[in-house]
């Protein structure tokens, strides 16, 4: 995931999980994690939040049934604090 648009947000950060079918097996990597929290430039008018993160996995399986699917989440802090769902 490199970047996103989000007008008029701030501060936000991306939580992903993967599933996927039960012949499919992890071989190396993680099922799920999160990337840093990313702010807009300021000053800019580019609206680009920027994660860069990596999402390297492996998988071994014996039927293409059930292919592994990326499932995204955008989370940000509302005025209380508290992590919350963009």
């Known amino acids: 995931i490199e970047f996103a648009e989000f007008p008029g947000q701030d501060n936000l950060y991306c939580k992903y999980m993967l599933t996927s079918g039960s012949d ?3 071989m190396q990597g993680v ?3 999160l990337s840093q929290i990313a702010r807009k430039q300021s000053g800019s008018t580019n609206q680009r939040l ?15 049934f059930g292919w592994p699917q990326l ?3 955008i989370y940000g802090y509302d005025f209380a604090g508290r992590d919350v769902v963009k």
């Open 31 to 33: 099922e799920e994690g």
């Open 71 to 73: 499932v995204l989440a």
């Open 50 to 64: 920027v994660w860069n993160f990596p999402i390297n996995v492996a998988y071994k399986s014996t039927n293409a």
């Open 24 to 26: 499919w097996v992890i």
